[in-house]
């Protein structure tokens, strides 16, 4: 009976002691995004400059900023290849994410509207043209990028497998529609490879031949997990619907006048 009570005594003591150094928060988000693109041609290469921004719901701020820029590069008509700079700026890390035990627990995101980063990314989509699909106008696009962050040095991998249909009339392109899903791959933090992953959809309209506009909508699920003194896990959600303008100018006929 003693031994039993002992028992007993034991696993309510480790049951406390979990309770009160394991948590889970979840959160989910509903975010506008807006972009203005130049992805240019110069022969084989295709100079690219972004200005982004995010208005995010939970905060009701515009949180995050980024300004890129590179280039692609055609090594073949199947392959891309592209090396680009990014500043960034609201950007949240998992070391962003506080807790504070309670009663009441308490937990919130530091303001990071003001923090700098600096990446380097490097780029490869090799693309596929399906002709055997109904409709013959089918492309199979896979996007793999690698991510170093100079600020923080974390490295992360993103891979986009998708499909896109492309509307023709008159031989020339109208409307592309794509259908893609995110895999990001912590490479050297956290404790979750995949660490986040969601499906991605875009239709891009060709108003001229240097205009294009976008709509974009996607769903992204994050799990973040860190023990320091007790364990913490944090379950994202954010939905997000964007317009983008892309000019897209040919400057090798520059060259041929």
Same mark, same amino acid.
Do not use: C
């Given at each position: 009976?003693?031994?039993?009570?002992?028992?007993?005594?034991?696993?309510?003591?480790?049951?406390?002691?979990?309770?009160?150094?394991?948590?889970?928060? +979840?959160?989910?988000?509903?975010?506008?995004?807006? *972009?203005?693109?130049?992805?240019?041609?110069?022969?084989?290469?295709?100079?690219?400059?972004?200005?982004?921004?995010?208005?995010?719901?939970? $905060?009701?701020?515009?949180? =995050?900023?980024?300004? +890129?820029?590179?280039? =692609?590069?055609?090594?073949?008509?199947?392959? @891309?290849?592209?090396?680009?700079?990014?500043?960034?700026? #609201?950007?949240?890390?998992?070391?962003?994410?506080?807790?504070?035990?309670?009663?009441?627990? *308490?937990?919130?995101?530091?303001?990071?509207?003001?923090?700098?980063?600096?990446?380097?990314?490097?780029?490869?989509?090799?693309?596929?043209?399906? +002709?055997?699909?109904? #409709?013959? !106008?089918?492309?199979?696009?896979?996007?793999?990028?690698? =991510?170093?962050?100079?600020?923080?040095?974390?490295?992360?991998?993103?891979?986009?497998?998708?499909?896109?249909?492309?509307?023709?009339?008159? *031989? $020339?392109?109208?409307?592309?529609?794509?259908?893609?899903?995110?895999?990001?791959?912590?490479? !050297?933090? #956290?404790?979750?490879?995949?660490?986040?992953?969601?499906?991605?959809? +875009?239709?891009?309209?060709?108003?001229?031949?240097?205009?294009?506009? $976008?709509? @974009?909508?996607?769903?992204?699920?994050?799990?973040?997990?860190?023990?320091?003194?007790?364990?913490?896990?944090?379950?994202?959600?954010?939905?997000?619907?964007?317009?983008?303008?892309?000019?897209?100018?040919?400057?090798?006929?520059?060259?041929? @006048?």
């Amino acid at each position: 009976m003693i031994k039993r009570n002992i028992l007993t005594m034991i696993f309510l003591a480790t049951a406390a002691i979990f309770s009160i150094s394991a948590w889970t928060y +979840s959160e989910t988000s509903f975010d506008i995004e807006g *972009r203005i693109a130049m992805v240019a041609q110069a022969g084989r290469f295709n100079p690219y400059i972004e200005l982004k921004g995010q208005y995010h719901s939970l $905060e009701n701020q515009l949180r =995050y900023t980024s300004l +890129s820029a590179g280039s =692609y590069f055609s090594i073949v008509p199947w392959l @891309k290849i592209g090396a680009f700079y990014r500043m960034q700026m #609201g950007a949240r890390d998992l070391e962003d994410w506080q807790f504070e035990a309670g009663p009441p627990d *308490r937990h919130w995101w530091l303001d990071t509207r003001g923090q700098i980063e600096h990446l380097f990314y490097f780029d490869a989509t090799p693309r596929f043209h399906l +002709s055997w699909l109904p #409709g013959r !106008n089918w492309v199979f696009p896979t996007k793999i990028r690698y =991510y170093y962050n100079v600020s923080n040095r974390h490295h992360s991998l993103l891979i986009r497998p998708g499909l896109t249909y492309v509307f023709m009339t008159d *031989r $020339e392109p109208l409307l592309n529609l794509s259908f893609n899903y995110n895999l990001y791959f912590a490479l !050297n933090t #956290g404790d979750i490879p995949l660490y986040s992953h969601g499906p991605y959809l +875009s239709v891009i309209g060709h108003v001229y031949d240097w205009l294009k506009l $976008e709509g @974009k909508a996607s769903y992204r699920y994050a799990t973040y997990f860190k023990e320091d003194g007790g364990s913490w896990t944090l379950n994202s959600s954010q939905i997000t619907v964007g317009l983008g303008v892309i000019f897209t100018p040919d400057f090798s006929l520059l060259r041929k @006048k």
